[in-house]
């Protein structure tokens, strides 16, 4: 079993549609939580980053994490065309164990 | 906000050859950097870690004398793919970790990649 699971996709959503990603993980010594966003020969951007439990909000982008499900979730609201890109969530523990765990990534795509 | 560039975006080159990858942090001082390799549709896959001044750290099955890391100042981190074969074409990214006055997180910035193909 992975470490870090995550539904690959692909995902097709309209444009204005409110996207969900997922992921689920093992590891109960992850404690801060990332999303990251990586258009096609891109490096990945940071886009969201959390510590423990609860969500956060940036714009249009609402992270979500339930540590006593290991759960954690990214929400998209009026998502964009602009939007469609592989969406990769990433984790660590702290001190030693500070390595990103990645998921492998869903692939959205918003359709005009 | 923080910066990494990685250079070259994208390389050729015959079997045999020796290409380098250069990855800097523009912003801020990088203690730590890592090396990933990236294939079609997959998710990064961590090579090594390098720390400034001291030696890479591999990963399990990545051969340290293929894959050649350099950390020598706290800006700049090279990866060299000594003798590459065709099953080294692969997208390489690096990432680097530093201190930022960010409420004490701390976070990894990523390079934009490098496409290597070997002919």
């Known amino acids: 079993q992975k470490e870090v699971e995550q539904d690959p996709g692909p995902l097709s959503v309209p444009e204005g549609a409110i996207v969900s990603l997922n992921c689920t993980y093992s590891?109960?010594?992850?404690?801060?939580f990332m999303w990251y966003r990586q258009y096609s020969r891109k490096g990945p951007e940071l886009l969201m980053y959390t510590y423990s439990s609860g969500n956060k909000e940036d714009g249009r982008f609402t992270a979500q994490v339930d540590k006593s499900s290991k759960y954690i979730s990214l929400f998209i609201r009026d998502s964009q065309p602009s939007d469609s890109a592989t969406y990769l969530c990433a984790m660590r523990g702290s001190g030693s164990a500070r390595q990103l765990t990645f998921g492998s990534g869903t692939q959205l795509t918003v359709l005009p | 906000g923080a910066v990494v560039s990685q250079h070259p975006s994208r390389v050729i080159c015959k079997s045999g050859t020796s290409v380098k990858i250069e990855c800097r942090s523009l912003d801020f001082q990088a203690t730590t950097m890592f090396w990933y390799r990236q294939f079609p549709k997959q998710s990064l896959m961590l090579m090594a870690t390098?720390?400034?001044?001291?030696?890479?750290?591999?990963e399990q099955g990545v051969e340290k004398d293929k894959f050649l890391i350099n950390h020598a100042s706290l800006t700049l981190s090279t990866l060299t793919v000594t003798s590459a074969h065709p099953e080294d074409s692969s997208f390489y990214i690096c990432?680097?970790?530093?201190?930022?006055?960010?409420?004490?997180?701390?976070?990894?910035?990523f390079g934009s990649g490098t496409q290597l193909s070997v002919l």
């Open positions: 390098s720390n400034e001044g001291s030696k890479a750290t591999y």
């Open positions: 590891n109960s010594a992850f404690q801060y």
């Open positions: 990432s680097a970790r530093g201190t930022l006055p960010d409420r004490g997180l701390e976070k990894l910035f």
